[in-house]
């Protein structure tokens, strides 16, 4: 009994000796003070500005309700903020399935189309566009898609006169950037998981007697769930938040079935720029970021489930 | 144009906190925040060390920093002169009153704001006798109403102006249509009118437009900023897009994804570029114009210098400079600039005879026809971005 005690206290010891590895707490303390230093403070300090105020040009610690009363007040009337939010979740949700829908199958190609030994130099390739300027490419576009612009020139060039693109402006010039911009980042999220889907479950199935297509549908598909859920997730986050797009491909109110409506990101940076007032600018981006909250909550409950019903 | 369509320079929000904060935990946490922020500001704009003689600060707005404009005077006073630019005028009182005192010496402003200036004790009157170039400047601004001190004096003295007209597409539209606002409702201008996003000068614009030639067009009563809202409304199909840049307004004309924008200036960029089937006016019931104008802080600690510099704004050879920078280009008080530019600058900056007006410069007629911007007066400015907004969020 004696012996046994001795033993669970040596246990016991070890465990506690374990817990203050220096190297374990590092590892953890380390993200979890990038957390709070980047995520937790900032965001923290977000949420109070939104109840101070502006008094004589100087902001003024507060606790006033003022500024989410006014524009509570605004949602459905007058700066109808609701509409902006609505085109704003339109065009990240749609941007964020076509994203994939473009991204998923160039990672397919990479990882069972080309030879082995290319297939690093292919993601290379395909991430390149990620170390040029957002902004230059962005231009670049709207060269692109003008109405004098490349593409419709090329298009008259060609004796195709009736044919001509009229995207600058609208939200599906908007999407455009953002995809350009998400797609290098959505090829590596992919790739990670296409990857990594064990190639023996495709021969199985091979072998078992399912077409191509069968054991894309049957295994592919369902083990890649996760990583599409996650690229689509990030896709729509960054799309909900980005500024740059909306205001030089969209031209600040791009059209779309919603109508000519700007995106909710554009409207904050207009009103800040109009007003200076950051206590209430602060406060509408509370809104964007709890949308934001609730989209990142939604792909990860999607990705658990992809994850349980993958096995 | 108190934002002017310029490139981006980074916004600072700096705070001071409460002074009548009482001892509790929410006060302490507020101020403790507070104090953070202006620690972490004050790096941002510059060194508090930087108070030795021969130096000075300046709050403007960008290109005033730029080499042609400044050098000359540091070299004359063997001086170093600081800017910290900013992108309009709430930003810069908000930059002003959350500095310490004595961190500027001088101001540049939007005419507009400085009476917010002289509400907050922030400038000192100065002397128009002190500034003999005065006497060189166009006679709307050696004595122009929104710089007028007490006693005489005068709080500013202007530097340069532009106008919120229209500029067009000359292959597209008219002369005559362009001297009214209501050509902008023709149906071919749908989906062809560029706006830059600013709820100010569209807004006070469209006022213009329903009542020509007010000459105070922010001061009106809601009965007429309902009809502002109908005019802004009825324009909303006519618009594609809204820039707060000034190259996407550049860039939409240029495209021809645009036609027209009530901008102003546009063509002078344009034209220089080498496109030139631009032109741009005033219409006939008058336009916004903005005007800048240096001041003297009334903490300066290098007055000397501070009043030095001023003078060596309302100088024509400077003025030619500062109203011709890379990215911007506006118009000088100074009618005396066209010695310093050739012919085809000249031409460009309007500072030809007008031949519908003889004695009369092209600038001048369109001095005439413009109002100087200012704010809202009737309502609270938040209550003009809400019809902005909703102006922008219509379907018209």
Redesign the interface.
Known sequence: MVVAALGRADADTAEVRDRLNPLKLASIGLPLLYSAAFFVAPLG?LI?LGF?RV?????????SLENYL?IAA?MFA????A??IAQSLWVALTTAFFAVLVCYPLVLAIVYVAPANRQRLFLVLAVAPFWSSYVLRL?SW??LL????IINSALIWIGLDGLQVEL??TQTATRIGLIHYLAPILIVVLYVTVANIDRSLIQAARDLGCTQGQAFRRVILPMSRTGIVVAASFAAIVSFGDVLSG??LG???GTSIL????LFSN?I???Y????N?PRTSALAMILVLLMVAILAAGAALAERGKIEAG | MA?KDRSDAP?T??????TR?QASR??F???A??TGVVAWSNLTIFSRTADAAGKMRVLCWPGYEEKPVVEEFEQKNNCKVEFKTY??G??M??F???SPKGTFDAIISDAEYVQ?LTA?KAIDPLDPKDYPNLADYHPKYRDFAPLRAPGGKIWAVGTRFSFYGLSYNTKYMSEEEAKTWSSLFLPKYKGKVALF????PNMSNASLAVSPNNQTPYDIPDAQLAKVKEWLFKL?PQ???????NQ?LV??LI???AWVTPTGDMEITLIGAGHKNFASTVPDEGSIRWTEAAALCADSRNKELALKWIEYMSGARVQSELVYTKGFKARAPNMKVTKYWNEEQTKLMSYVPDPKNPGKMLVETLIDKSVPRGLPVQQP??AW??????F??S?G
Do not use: C, H
Request: no cysteine; proline share 3%; glycine share 8%.
């Open positions: 300090f109070l101070w008094e004589d040009y100087q902001v003024v610690p507060a606790l006014d605004n007058q700066s109808t903020y509409l902006a231009f709207q060269i003008a109405k004098k612009g600058i402006y205001a030089l031209g600040g109110a109508g000519s409506v700007p409207m940076m207009t009103e720029a109009s007003s200076t950051l | 934002r916004s929000p700096r705070v001071v906190a409460a904060q929410r006060g946490l507020g101020g925040a507070a992108i309009g709430e930003q009182l908000q002003y009153a959350q917010k907050q996003d600013w709820y100010l909303r618009v594609s897009v809204f820039s707060e840049q996407g860039n939409a495209n021809e994804d400015d938040k971005i809400a019809i902005y907004n909703e922008k969020t379907k």
